[in-house]
Every structure is written in structure tokens, then in C-alpha cells.
T-cell receptor, first 113, second 115 residues
Framework: DAKTTQPNSMESNEEEPVHLPCNHS???????IHWYRQLPSQGPEYVIH???SNVNNRMASLAIAEDRKSSTLILHRATLRDAAVYYC??????????????FGKGTSLLVTP | KAGVTQTPRYLIKTRGQQVTLSCSPI?????VSWYQQTPGQGLQFLFE???????NKGNFPGRFSGRQFSNSRSEMNVSTLELGDSALYLC??????????????FGDGTRLSIL
């Protein structure tokens, strides 16, 4: 699977939107973009995934650039509970028939009251 | 619906010993993956089992092994423990069949400390 690049850390104020960027310039046409997050003292938690079109769910939105070389996870209104490490992961389901996620270092999000 | 359950939550062993960790996936999930998390290396994939067969394997030495039972429960074993094996070991399950985008659901891990 291709590699992703994320900022080491970001900071946000509570109740404000947060845009978490991810660069994946070597993404292939069949790579899906997945986001997971890991709250302190917990295992990772699935957030959202997409291929080409923007995606929304109850947790977040995923905005994918037209050339797919970058994407942005959007938390519409950050809460203290959103403080976590956010991982952007590419997964080619056609080549990799199973799960072997490459988590990378992720972005540590700090939310301040 | 019960989540992924890992036992034990904490474990202390000494160098040279062996250890077995257990994972009970979400009911109906057939894929179980194991990851090692350390401060230096982050989250690293160990292996994945699907229908009692190892489907994927990460870049870890042969001291790390696993298996999956017919009820999808999985165990991983580490033999001849080294200080560097101290880590959080995470198990994840998925409903996935082949080439699926079903998300993985993680347990809260087993914290293994080697003295």
C-alpha cells in the first residue's frame, strides 16, 4: 500500500471545526482512504473511509482532492472527547485481500476548552 | 453487541518466558488481526487470520505466532520473550470477506511488560 504523510500534531479549540490533512501523492487508483483514531488508553476506532467522492457519517466528513493526492478529515465541532491520534491509511482491497493496515505515526489532536 | 475482548489486560513476564494472549472477536466476525504498539515503532501489523488460516503476515520474527479457532477466537503466542517485546498488543476483528472494506474493530489491548 502507498504511504501517507500527516502533521505530527494539531491543536483546536472546543466547539470549532477541525481539518486534519493527509498527503498521499503515490496513491493508486484502487487505494481506499481510511481514517482511524485512537483515544488515550484505548484501541483504535474506525472513523470513515472513501475512494473518490466526499463522504459523511455521524462522526466526521472526508474531503478527497480531485486528483486524490490528498484528503482532509473534518470534525465539524470538536469536543474534548475528540482529543486523540488520528491515522490516515491507504488500503488497496484488490491487491490486499485481507487486513494489514499500515498505521504510520498519525496526527495527535489536542482540543482545548 | 459486545465488542472485541482481549485477555488479560495486563501481564508481566521475564525474559526467556513465553506468553499467550487471547482475543474474542465480535460475534459473526471471521477476520482477526493482531498489532503491536510501542512508543518507538507505533502500531505495527503482526498477522491476520481468516477462517482459521493465516491470511497476512507482518515483518516479525518466528517467535511471534498465532492461531484461530473454529469459533473465530484467536490467540497469539510469543516465545523466548525479550525486553523489546514490551508493548501493547491489540486485536482487531472484521466482518470482512475477501477484498472487503468493512472496518476493523479493535479491542483495548493487552499490556505486556517484560522484566
Amino acid at each position: 500500500d502507498a504511504k501517507t504523510t500527516q502533521p505530527n500534531s494539531m491543536e483546536s479549540n472546543e466547539e470549532e471545526p477541525v481539518h486534519l490533512p493527509c498527503n498521499h501523492s503515490t496513491i493508486s487508483g484502487t487505494d481506499y482512504i481510511h481514517w482511524y483514531r485512537q483515544l488515550p488508553s484505548q484501541g483504535p476506532e474506525y472513523v470513515i473511509h472513501g475512494l473518490t467522492s466526499n463522504v459523511n457519517n455521524r462522526m466526521a466528513s472526508l474531503a478527497i482532492a480531485e486528483d486524490r493526492k490528498s484528503s482532509t478529515l473534518i470534525l465539524h465541532r470538536a469536543t474534548l472527547r475528540d482529543a486523540a491520534v488520528y491515522y490516515c491509511i491507504l488500503r488497496d482491497v484488490f491487491i490486499n485481500s485481507g487486513y494489514a493496515l499500515n498505521f504510520g505515526k498519525g496526527t495527535s489532536l489536542l482540543v482545548t476548552p | 453487541k459486545a465488542g472485541v475482548t482481549q485477555t488479560p489486560r495486563y501481564l508481566i513476564k521475564t525474559r526467556g518466558q513465553q506468553v499467550t494472549l487471547s482475543c474474542s472477536p465480535i460475534s459473526g466476525h471471521r477476520s482477526v488481526s493482531w498489532y503491536q504498539q510501542t512508543p518507538g515503532q507505533g502500531l505495527q501489523f503482526l498477522f491476520e487470520y481468516f477462517s482459521e488460516t493465516q491470511r497476512n503476515k507482518g515483518n516479525f520474527p518466528g517467535r511471534f505466532s498465532g492461531r484461530q479457532f473454529s469459533n473465530s477466537r484467536s490467540e497469539m503466542n510469543v516465545s523466548t520473550l525479550e525486553l523489546g517485546d514490551s508493548a501493547l498488543y491489540l486485536c482487531a476483528s472484521s466482518l470482512a470477506g475477501d477484498h472487503s472494506n468493512q472496518p476493523q474493530h479493535f479491542g483495548d489491548g493487552t499490556r505486556l511488560s517484560i522484566l
